[in-house]
């Protein structure tokens, strides 16, 4: 089986319930707890709901000391079907639209949004 060269993707945070909450509210989904019981690291994952054989990434918010929110060059693209939506979303749940939807050609349309800890990430639609 052919898989996409994303397999996992973890975006760190510094506030896990505002994160947690942001993430929540863009996407319309609930984030699946992943922390290990009786752990007493003070590690924190929360999971997007995924189908390990659909395509795509499945991935989590993290928050994990020594691991800091923002700054990162990384940015990881979610698919939606109209990434304008997500993005205003983003805006009205304590996050900010960075840049707003704009035409990739024949690859759809992409917006770039801030979410509340200071991560870029990107929304990808092909509308």
């Known amino acids: 089986m052919e898989r996409n060269v994303v397999g996992w993707f973890e975006i760190y945070v510094d506030d896990?319930?505002?994160a947690r909450a942001f993430y929540e509210a863009v996407f319309e989904a609930k984030l699946d707890n992943l922390a290990p019981e009786g752990d007493a690291?003070?590690?924190e994952m929360w999971a997007f709901t995924g189908d390990p054989n659909a395509g795509g990434a499945a991935g989590s918010i993290v928050k994990m000391e020594g691991c800091k929110a923002g700054g990162n060059s990384t940015i990881v693209y979610f698919s939606c079907a109209d990434c304008a939506v997500e993005a205003a979303r983003a805006a009205a749940n304590g996050g900010?639209?960075?840049k707003d939807k704009f035409s990739i050609g024949q690859y759809g349309h992409i917006a770039l949004v801030e979410d509340t800890e200071g991560n870029i990430i990107g929304l990808h639609s092909m509308n």
């Open 41 to 43: 690291s003070g590690l």
């Open 96 to 98: 900010r639209i960075f």
């Open 16 to 18: 896990m319930k505002r």
